[in-house]
Structure formats: C-alpha cells, structure tokens
C-alpha cells in the first residue's frame, strides 16, 4: 500500500476535497432518520398542517442534497483515480522501458503485461474507493452508534455487542485473503504468457493441427487461475452471511425490545423507526468495510507487485572512463576476449536456474566503414553479440568498445543513437508506413524516400494506392514477409546510422533482391559500419570480415577468401548453399 499513498500524495489536496465532501454527504445522510423521529413524535401530535409539511420539505431537500454531494464526491474521486492510475500506469510503462536484458527475462513479458494492466486497475479501484467508502461506510458505521446511543442507551448495546465481532472476524479474514490475492495475480500471468504464445504462433498452431492440444493448455492454466481466485474469493466472502445473519437477529432484537420499551413507555414510536434505520445504516457500514478490506488485500497484492518493477534498481550503472576498460588497441568496433554466460545475469539470480556460458572468449576488430558478417548455426550466439554490442546485457568478461570507449561509459540514448537496427522477428506497428519508418524521428521525406529506395521497397510502396499513408496492420499482418523486411530495413536506414546491424534481416527475400539490398548499402552507406548475421553465405561473403560461429565460440574469422581456405566448416557450409543454388 506504500506506493498507493506515495502516488496519491501528488493530488492530495484534491483527495482531500473529495473526501469533505463525502464525509458531509454522510452527516446530511445520517441526519434523516433523526428528522423522521422528531417529525413522527414531536411535530404530528401538535395535529398542525403546517410544521408537518415544513418538516417533510425539510426531510425532502436534505435526501436530495445527499444525493448531490455524494454524486460530486463520486465524480472527484473517479477522476482523482484516473489520475494517479495513469501516473503508475506511466511510472511503470517507463521503468520497463528501461530494465536491463537480464530485468527484463526475469520478470517475463507476460508477468509485465497483467501488472500494467489488472494491477494499475486494481490501484485505481483502491484509490476511488479510499475517497468514497473509506469514508462513508465508517461515517455510517461510528455515526449511527454515536446517535443511537444518544437516542436509547438499551437499544443500543444490541449494536454494541454484533459490531466488535464482525470487525474481528474481517480482520482475521482479510489477514489471510491479501496472500491469496497475489497467488490469484501470479496465475494471471500464467494466462497471459499462454494467450500471448497462441496469439502469436496461432498460424503454426493451426498447421499442426494442435487447436485442441493449446485449448486444453490453456484451459488448464485458466482452471488454475479460477481455482485460486475462488478459495480467495470464499474465504474473503466468509462474514458476508454472518453479517446478514446478525443483521437479521438484531433488527428482530431491537423489534422486540423496542416494542417492550414503547409498551412500557420508555421511548416514543419514532425512536423504534429512526433506531431501525441506524440500525440498517450501521450494518451496511459493517458490511462496507468488510468490502474495504476486499478491494485493499486485492490491491494491496497488486501495488507489490508494481512495486517490484518500480523499486528495482539498475543492474547497468554507466561506468567513468577511469572505472571502465581501456581497449588495448584501434578499433571503431572492438570485442576483446568477451565470455558472456547468464548465469551472472540477474536474470537468473532471481530465478535461481543455471545456463551454460553462451560466449566464449570472442574478439574482433572493425574499422569505421568495415563490414562484418556472422554466421553460424542456430542458438550459437550471434544474436548475444548484437545484445552486447548494444548493451542490452553487460560481458561477463572482457571488453565491448565502441568508437574508443566501453560501451558501459554511454549514457543509453548516446550509445543506441549510433545505431540503426533491424532484429529477427522486429515489430512493424499499426500505423501507417511513414510513420513506422520515421518512428517519432525529425526526418523529412527526402529522407525517408532514400531509405526506400536503399531497401529496395520504394516500388511496393509506389504501388500502393495510400503510398506511404497505407496503415499497415498489428505486426504489419496485412504485409507481406518480404514487405515487412524491407520496411524495417528502411526504418534503420532512414537516420543514416554510423553502426548499421542487420540480424537475419533478410531471410525472406529472394536472392535478387537481397544482392540490391547489399548493393545499396556498400554504395550509399560506405560510412556506416555494418554488421550483418545472416543464415546465407551469400548475403555476407563481400563483407569485410566474417564471422564463423559454433556453440558461442568462434571457429573461423577472415574474408570470404580466407575462410573458404582456413575454416572448413565454412567451405561446408558454403558448397552446401551454392551447390544447392547450381
């Protein structure tokens, strides 16, 4: 609940103002059983019309002012949750933003997604209720006691009994309910990480005909899922029929006792009825808090667990240049001896598994405007290399320098605004064309009609009849695999980056196209340093330097020339492709 009040104190005088206005739609609420009273005692015997309508008017406007102070209450308290729910939903959106790799593994994309989303709803159902029953229903609860003990002492020990035991038992209750709400939360993330794997592989899943195998997958996360938030939801729901219970045997107590007491003519027949009313105001007060203590352990689960994004503090400092390495020779682009293994990653601190070291002692050297091609089987680490370069992980060991410096020196946007960037699987938004290209960058058309033209992809763009206004669809579902390639690669191209990467950015065009791609690039990027991890030999055999890789380590490392000669799993690889092309 911490950080439900260190979001709320930004609009505390607003909560504040809410609050007054409920607890005084609560007193005007509470003061018309005691007018019925007077008005049934006192005004009627006088048999006179006139106090009796004055009175009735009297009873009239302030039932209708109840109901408009507690209506401007609702509508400030609605509006004050909107307010600090989209300042956690903010807080939270750039915090993930900003996690490390490793952060990033260790709480999961679907663990992110339910705390964004049913989390900062559950905070912002607690921040309307704490201005709205948090008031009211103790208002109603401490109030009717206070004014029945003004009005029958007796009466009101029947109150003064019931009262003290079911607060005692939601207690006792919500003590146990808070753990199993946050049980509920975690199941949650079970039921999104499996929507969001069928979702995305729905393609795959119906080729295989395995809809009924993921149904049943799903099914069972969902049972796991309802079957928690139904034992919270039981014992939580435990004082509802013993509040109903006891209300049930109280109002017939206080009929009972009242009419020996109105027998007896120790109170007035108006006392019973305002007393039954209390009697009712103060049971819902009661049974309002036992839904208080409901939304707090529901919510009090979920702020902890925004709390642990937001609380988690960076594993990725930026080092001074006296702290950091120092490359031991020239370079725009160096890996000296780099081993890099999650087990270091707090990734797997957290989660306490153990991986096998991915890298293993990989060093390369490229000049500003040298190009360099990785190859290699699948899960051998060419993609960990991108990741360090980038400093989305940090080595374990070793050096990553980039234009003279460790890249743990940058400031973040300073290291990735040297970069233009297409990765396997890379996100086309739903938007249209030129801003997926631009993508919240100041370039000019000038400069988005020679990324275009760059990436091959300005004559499917011409044959759109919105050209570049053309709104591509959720993951670009109503582009081609090509088309999407191709705008990606324009969108890295746009900036006319100085570290241009192409990681298996190509698979899915034709060989002539991917030669015009190359082609483009060696002749309008020559500045820019390229590295390209690729599955063909022919996309990468005119870089500059390539690659080889198996199992993390580096088995090959020259030209194409080089390597057809020194490196024979390469000379494999190589006759294997182009004997397939002959």
Same mark, same amino acid.
């Given at each position: 609940?911490?950080?439900?009040?260190?979001?709320?104190?930004t609009?505390?005088?607003?909560?504040?103002?809410?609050m007054?206005?409920?607890?005084?739609g609560?007193?005007?609420?509470l003061?018309i059983?005691?007018?019925l009273?007077?008005l049934?005692?006192?005004?009627?015997?006088?048999g006179?019309?006139? /106090?009796?309508?004055g009175?009735?008017?009297?009873?009239?406007?302030?039932?209708?002012l109840?109901?408009?102070?507690?209506?401007?209450?609702?509508?400030?308290?609605i509006?004050?949750a909107h307010?600090?729910?989209?300042?956690?939903?903010?807080?939270?959106f750039?915090k993930?933003?900003?996690?490390?790799g490793?952060q990033?593994?260790?709480f999961g994309l679907p663990?992110?997604i339910?705390r964004m989303?049913?989390?900062?709803?559950?905070?912002?159902?607690?921040?309307?209720?704490?201005?709205?029953m948090?008031v009211?229903?103790?208002?109603?609860?401490?109030?009717g006691?206070?004014?029945?003990?003004a009005?029958?002492?007796?009466l009101?020990?029947?109150?003064?009994?019931?009262v003290?035991i079911?607060?005692?038992?939601?207690?006792c209750?919500?003590?146990?309910?808070?753990?199993?709400?946050?049980k509920?939360?975690?199941r949650?993330d079970?039921?999104?990480?499996?929507?969001r794997?069928?979702i995305?592989?729905i393609?795959?899943v119906?080729?295989?005909s395995k809809t009924?195998y993921?149904?049943?997958? =799903?099914g069972?996360?969902?049972?796991?899922?309802?079957?928690?938030?139904i034992?919270?939801?039981?014992?939580m729901?435990?004082?509802?029929p013993?509040?109903?219970m006891?209300?049930?045997?109280?109002?017939?107590?206080?009929?009972?006792?009242g009419?020996?007491?109105?027998?007896?003519g120790?109170?007035? /027949?108006?006392?019973?009825?305002?007393?039954l009313?209390? =009697?009712?105001?103060?049971m819902?007060?009661?049974m309002?808090?036992?839904?208080?203590?409901?939304?707090?352990?529901k919510a009090?689960?979920?702020a902890?667990?925004?709390?642990?994004v937001?609380?988690?503090?960076p594993?990725?400092r930026v080092?001074?240049?006296?702290?950091?390495?120092?490359?031991?020779?020239?370079?725009?682009?160096?890996?000296e001896?780099v081993? =890099?293994?999650?087990?270091?990653s707090s990734h797997n601190?957290m989660?306490?598994e153990?991986?096998e070291q991915c890298?293993?002692?990989?060093?390369f050297t490229l000049?500003?405007?040298?190009s360099?091609?990785?190859?290699g089987?699948?899960?051998?680490?060419?993609?960990?290399i991108v990741n360090?370069?980038m400093?989305?992980?940090?080595?374990?060991?070793?050096g990553? =320098?980039?234009?003279?410096?460790d890249?743990?020196?940058?400031?973040?946007?300073?290291?990735?605004?040297?970069f233009?960037?297409?990765?396997?699987?890379?996100m086309?938004f739903?938007?249209?064309?030129r801003e997926?290209?631009?993508f919240?960058r100041?370039?000019?058309?000038?400069?988005?009609m020679?990324?275009?033209?760059?990436a091959?992809?300005?004559e499917?763009?011409?044959?759109?009849?919105e050209?570049?206004?053309y709104?591509a669809?959720?993951?670009?579902?109503?582009?081609?695999?090509?088309?999407?390639?191709?705008?990606?690669?324009?969108?890295?191209?746009?900036?006319? /980056?100085?570290?241009?990467?192409?990681?298996?950015?190509?698979?899915a065009?034709?060989?002539?196209?991917?030669?015009a791609l190359?082609?483009?690039?060696?002749?309008?990027?020559?500045?820019?340093?390229?590295?390209?991890?690729?599955?063909?030999?022919?996309?990468?055999q005119?870089?500059t330097?390539?690659?080889?890789?198996?199992?993390g380590?580096c088995?090959g490392?020259?030209?194409?020339?080089?390597?057809i000669?020194?490196?024979?799993e390469?000379l494999?690889?190589?006759q294997?492709?182009?004997?397939a092309?002959?």
């Amino acid at each position: 609940m911490k950080l439900i009040w260190r979001y709320m104190r930004t609009y505390s005088q607003r909560i504040a103002g809410s609050m007054t206005i409920k607890l005084l739609g609560a007193v005007t609420e509470l003061m018309i059983p005691y007018i019925l009273e007077h008005l049934i005692d006192e005004v009627v015997p006088l048999g006179q019309l006139g /106090p009796v309508v004055g009175w009735g008017l009297l009873m009239i406007f302030t039932a209708l002012l109840t109901r408009q102070l507690n209506v401007w209450a609702n509508r400030v308290a609605i509006d004050n949750a909107h307010r600090v729910s989209y300042d956690v939903r903010q807080a939270l959106f750039a915090k993930t933003a900003n996690l490390s790799g490793a952060q990033f593994d260790a709480f999961g994309l679907p663990s992110l997604i339910s705390r964004m989303t049913s989390d900062s709803y559950n905070v912002q159902s607690c921040v309307q209720s704490l201005q709205t029953m948090c008031v009211r229903m103790p208002m109603m609860l401490l109030g009717g006691i206070a004014v029945t003990l003004a009005m029958d002492a007796a009466l009101s020990a029947i109150l003064c009994v019931i009262v003290p035991i079911l607060i005692a038992v939601i207690l006792c209750v919500s003590y146990y309910g808070i753990p199993l709400y946050r049980k509920v939360q975690e199941r949650l993330d079970d039921v999104v990480r499996i929507m969001r794997e069928d979702i995305t592989g729905i393609r795959v899943v119906k080729a295989l005909s395995k809809t009924e195998y993921e149904k049943t997958r =799903f099914g069972g996360s969902s049972d796991a899922m309802t079957r928690s938030d139904i034992k919270a939801s039981t014992i939580m729901a435990i004082p509802g029929p013993l509040m109903q219970m006891c209300l049930n045997i109280g109002l017939t107590l206080v009929v009972w006792l009242g009419a020996q007491r109105v027998y007896n003519g120790q109170v007035k /027949p108006g006392v019973i009825l305002a007393f039954l009313t209390y =009697f009712n105001m103060v049971m819902q007060g009661v049974m309002g808090i036992n839904r208080i203590f409901i939304m707090i352990s529901k919510a009090s689960a979920s702020a902890n667990r925004i709390g642990q994004v937001l609380d988690t503090e960076p594993d990725q400092r930026v080092l001074s240049l006296q702290e950091a390495r120092q490359p031991s020779g020239e370079g725009f682009i160096r890996f000296e001896h780099v081993n =890099f293994s999650y087990n270091a990653s707090s990734h797997n601190a957290m989660a306490g598994e153990e991986r096998e070291q991915c890298l293993y002692d990989i060093s390369f050297t490229l000049r500003r405007g040298e190009s360099l091609g990785i190859i290699g089987p699948t899960g051998c680490g060419k993609t960990t290399i991108v990741n360090l370069l980038m400093r989305f992980y940090d080595v374990t060991d070793g050096g990553v =320098f980039v234009d003279g410096r460790d890249v743990r020196t940058y400031e973040k946007d300073e290291l990735h605004r040297k970069f233009g960037v297409v990765f396997q699987n890379d996100m086309v938004f739903f938007n249209t064309l030129r801003e997926n290209i631009r993508f919240g960058r100041n370039l000019d058309e000038a400069d988005l009609m020679r990324a275009l033209e760059d990436a091959v992809a300005a004559e499917y763009v011409d044959s759109l009849e919105e050209g570049l206004d053309y709104r591509a669809d959720i993951k670009g579902a109503n582009l081609s695999g090509g088309q999407k390639q191709r705008l990606l690669i324009s969108r890295a191209l746009a900036a006319n /980056p100085e570290i241009l990467i192409l990681d298996d950015s190509s698979s899915a065009l034709d060989y002539k196209t991917d030669a015009a791609l190359r082609k483009a690039i060696f002749e309008h990027h020559r500045d820019s340093t390229t590295i390209m991890v690729a599955q063909r030999v022919s996309s990468i055999q005119a870089m500059t330097h390539i690659l080889v890789m198996d199992n993390g380590r580096c088995i090959g490392y020259g030209s194409h020339e080089e390597l057809i000669k020194t490196c024979p799993e390469y000379l494999e690889i190589y006759q294997a492709q182009m004997g397939a092309l002959a």
